[in-house]
Nanobody, 121 residues
């Protein structure tokens, strides 16, 4: 059974930084892409970033490019999201996700419970 557990959220002032972590278990971690999504109050869940199975490819939403960095440690089965220069509009619940199919970036089937990030102005 695949499990994803996020941590690292919290309250931070605008301009500050946070590092989110996601611990994965239940299958061969290094075969699967990983992604971060977020959902702000009253809004739909949106893509933030993804990273390929070997860490060689990353992508970001335009709204976070240059401020957020995704990384992974396959030995530890962890994925991270370093968030710098945070803005109030980054306030959301952040979710870690992984696809059902190995070596793909689609069909995100497995989700963590989410971690709250609140950025005060």
């Amino acid at each position: 059974q695949v499990q994803l557990v996020e941590s690292g959220g919290g309250l931070v002032q605008a301009g500050g930084s946070l590092r989110l972590s996601c611990a994965a278990s239940g299958r061969t971690f290094s075969n699967y892409a990983m992604a971060w999504f977020r959902q702000a109050p009253g809004k739909e869940r949106e893509f933030v970033s993804h990273i390929s199975w070997n860490g060689g490819t990353t992508d970001y939403a335009d709204s976070v490019k240059g401020r957020f960095t995704i990384s992974r440690d396959n030995a530890k089965k962890m994925v991270y999201l370093q968030m710098n220069s945070l803005k109030p509009e980054d306030t959301a619940v952040y979710y870690c996700a992984s696809p059902r199919v190995p070596l793909t970036f689609s069909q995100y089937t497995f989700w963590g419970q989410g971690t709250q990030v609140t950025v005060s102005s």
